[in-house]
Nanobody, 123 residues
């Protein structure tokens, strides 16, 4: 599976961004998809995930502000980010994993990773 993330940029606090991640190489609808992020000097943290049933999962820090969705016809997963805060600044990575296997919160459950897209939120 190849993943191509896009949509990052420099915004001000309170603004919105939508990240996209296009997948190819495997039946997209079978995949669990997720977004993780990594701030400078920190570990890669879970942000949101969506599985084949369209059930979604969120980190506490983004719940109510971010929305993950998928379009199986376009083989794309999205992360709509609203009310952005400076602490959301990070490189955002999309990830894909098999339908079953491990916790969606664990990056080790995802075998395929995109190249990352940088999000910078100024105060």
């Amino acid at each position: 599976v190849q993943l191509q993330a896009s949509g990052g940029g420099l915004v001000q606090a309170g603004d919105s961004l939508r990240l996209s991640c296009a997948a190819s190489g495997r039946t997209f609808s079978d995949l669990r998809m997720a977004w993780f992020r990594q701030a400078p000097g920190k570990e890669r943290d879970f942000v949101a995930a969506i599985i084949w049933t369209a059930t979604t999962y969120y980190a506490d820090s983004v719940r109510g502000r971010f929305t993950i969705s998928r379009d199986n016809d376009k083989n794309t997963v999205y992360l709509q980010m609203n009310s952005l805060k400076p602490e959301d600044t990070a490189v955002y990575y999309c990830a894909a994993g098999p339908r079953f296997g491990g916790s969606v919160y664990d990056p080790n459950s995802f075998k395929f990773w995109g190249q990352g897209t940088k999000v910078t939120v100024s105060s």
